[in-house]
Nanobody
Framework: QVQLVESGGGLVQPGGSLRLSCAAS????????MGWYRQAPGKQRELVAS???????NYADSVKGRFTISRDNAKNTVYLQTNSLKPEDTAVYYC????????????????WGQGTQVTVSS
């Protein structure tokens, strides 16, 4: 089994910053893409940012220039640096990983973390 554990959420004032972390552990041969999603009350879950094993990144337009995704492949960990936070960034942030359990590239599994709450409010 594979577990994703997020940390770093909390309450922050508008304009503030938070650094989210997500560590994967368990039966892992390698991790392909990793990403952060968020879900605000009454809204669908949406992609915030993603990063491939080679370091290529993709961002939602709403966070470009404010958020930065990075990863440490040796630690199976992905980070999300969030700056210039706005009230509309308030949501539960989820980590997602595409995991290979063996060297067979035909089989990949998607795992999600339990979520971490980010609240931006004065």
């Amino acid at each position: 089994q594979v577990q994703l554990v997020e940390s770093g959420g909390g309450l922050v004032q508008p304009g503030g910053s938070l650094r989210l972390s997500c560590a994967a552990s368990g039966s892992i041969f390698s991790i392909n893409a990793m990403g952060w999603y968020r879900q605000a009350p009454g809204k669908q879950r949406e992609l915030v940012a993603s990063i491939t094993s080679g370091g290529s990144t993709n961002y939602a337009d709403s966070v470009k220039g404010r958020f930065t995704i990075s990863r440490d492949n040796a630690k199976n960990t992905v980070y999300l640096q969030t700056n210039s936070l706005k009230p509309e960034d308030t949501a539960v942030y989820y980590c997602r990983a595409v995991v290979r359990k063996t060297a067979d590239q035909r089989f990949e599994y998607i795992y999600w973390g339990q979520g971490t709450q980010v609240t931006v409010s004065s």
